[in-house]
């Protein structure tokens, strides 16, 4: 197959070995093709399928650019300024060994990994090409130069830190840099085979410098180095059930990274609230349960990143503990790639790490109290960990902890909070609570203005299997509904010190 770069995209023009009646591309979940016309007459193609009245031994396909980024699966083209990526795997067909030539015109180059049906390949202007860190750096010349500059100096920062950590990288980075991104996410970033760096900028906020933005672009290129090692050079197996491993390893990682670049007290604390963050949407995502009881919950979305941050991150301390600050989690996944050529799973992580918290996070019984056991050891190990509900939390769990008790059960029912009152979502499905009534305060304190007010005063109602005044919107008659169940105030986890996070810079990993 040729791939030869034109105005608009990217024509693929296949020999085939035989004639044939059809020929199919390979199907996998993490592939699209949204933008593909087959400029062959008298073939058709459908459902990743070519096929003919009569046999072929050619066609020719006309790629153009994806129209949007989508959660979890590699772009098949993206426009880079003048010049064109091409996802290898997206091209190879089922039958049979696919081999990739390219066809450039003049002042353009072809650069592709190893194997180009592994990974994205580039076809555009050679003068976009530089070499930054022993990495193959691609940015059109769209690219707004200080972006450009920010993401060269991070790579420049972020390799030498995860390679004094991990050792080298089992392969050479290309580093291709678009800012034509299809959005509708801002920035997005995949590591793709033969250790391709693919980094994707879309819309007007990326046009000029502004600290926020030149922050993100540090952690997004640290994220994705770190895959660079884990993800690309030593594969996951476990990354449909677990790509919280991976995951949370490079999210994590790059904070390492970002605090071993940018020091400072002050990002320190930005880490810490962050690490918070990140522990309050896990125990939301997983209500408690352990890991594979939770299932899908924590397969996808942010929540893969947010339980993987913070089992990375007990892991971290407790390897530091253990070793008195000589190692890290850096240093668990030194041994991990060392031990594991052929690709590693989490029991291969939990090995190296043998971590007494992750034992119940991974256990299947699903009667065990997990987090319990995790909050312990982190407290333990020197974090310090606050309750600190905000408003909307009281106000949350109060109506939550009405509609269980009145709604019939297995029924979707929940609130949207308007400005100045609450508008449940009951339908006829709730006893007193239906007809999706407009509330403005519980037991005299506004829902908006005093929710902890409202949930203290409904905590002692509970207590007392009395019946709450819920008032109205429009003045009617209040609501009078009972609460026979005690009312447990939310556990809103804050991080309000924990242990330095950032690495000795001088720190030789073992
Ligand atoms: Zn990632």
Redesign the pocket.
């Known amino acids: 197959m040729t791939l030869a770069p034109t105005a608009t995209g990217v024509t693929a023009r296949f020999e085939l070995d035989q004639p044939t009646n059809a020929v199919t591309f390979v199907a996998d979940p993490t592939l699209v093709r949204p933008a593909w016309k087959l400029v062959t007459p008298g073939l058709s193609f459908a459902d990743g399928r070519i096929s003919g009245e009569i046999a072929f031994d050619r066609f020719e396909l006309a790629l153009t650019p994806d129209p949007s980024e989508i959660d979890r699966t590699y772009l098949s083209v993206i426009r880079m300024d003048q010049g064109f990526a091409v996802y290898g795997p997206a091209l190879s067909l089922s039958e049979g060994a696919t081999s990739l030539e390219f066809e450039v015109p003049e002042g353009f180059v072809a650069l592709a990994p190893t194997d180009p049906t592994q990974g994205y390949s580039y076809l555009g202007p050679a003068t976009a090409v530089t070499l930054v860190g022993g990495a193959n750096f691609v940015a059109g010349a769209n690219v707004p130069p200080w972006l450009g500059e920010r993401i060269r100096a991070s790579l420049t920062a972020t390799l030498p830190f995860y390679t004094a950590q991990l050792g080298t990288p089992p392969l050479t980075p290309l580093v291709l840099v678009s800012v034509d991104s299809p959005g509708p996410t801002a920035f997005r ?3 793709s085979g033969g250790g391709v760096v693919s980094l994707r900028f879309h819309g007007e906020k990326w046009a000029k410098a502004d600290p926020e933005a030149g922050r993100s672009v540090d952690r997004f290129v640290a ?2 180095g ?2 660079l090692w884990n ?1 690309q050079g030593y594969r996951p197996l476990d990354g449909e059930t677990a790509p919280w491993l ?2 949370g390893a ?2 994590y990682a790059s904070m390492l990274a970002y605090l071993a670049v940018s020091g400072g007290e002050d990002n320190e604390a930005a880490m810490r609230l962050k690490l918070g963050s990140h522990l309050r949407k896990c125990l939301k995502a997983t209500k408690g349960r352990s890991l594979p009881v939770a299932g899908e919950a924590i397969q996808k979305g942010g929540a893969v990143y947010d339980c993987g941050v913070v089992l990375q991150w007990v892991a971290d301390l407790e390897e530091r503990s253990r070793s008195g600050k000589q190692r890290s989690v850096l240093s668990l996944w030194r041994d991990v790639f060392a031990a594991t050529k052929n690709g590693y799973g989490v029991a291969d992580f939990q090995a190296a790490a043998k971590n007494p918290a992750w034992n119940e996070l991974l256990s299947t019984n699903a009667t065990v109290d997990p987090w319990k056991e995790l909050l312990a050891t982190l407290t333990a190990l020197g974090v310090e960990l606050v309750n600190r509900p905000e408003p909307g939390d009281y106000r949350g769990a109060l109506l939550h902890h009405l509609l269980s008790q009145h709604c019939e059960p297995g029924q979707a029912t929940g609130f949207f909070t308007e400005h100045d009152h609450v508008r449940l979502d009951t339908g006829a499905r709730c006893g007193p609570l239906s007809g999706d009534p407009e509330l403005v305060a519980v037991e005299g304190y506004p829902f908006l203005s005093d929710a902890r007010g409202g949930f203290e005063a409904a905590q002692r109602v509970c207590a007392s299997n009395g019946q709450l005044s819920l008032q109205k919107r429009d003045g009617s008659p209040s609501l009078w509904v009972p609460c026979t169940k005690v009312l447990v105030i939310p556990k809103v986890w804050s991080v309000n010190d924990a242990p330095r996070l950032a690495l000795p810079v001088s720190s030789t990993p073992r």
Do not use: L, N, R, T
Request: proline share 0%.
């Open positions: 970033g995949d590591v994220h994705e770190f895959h993800g991976h995951e490079a999210e």
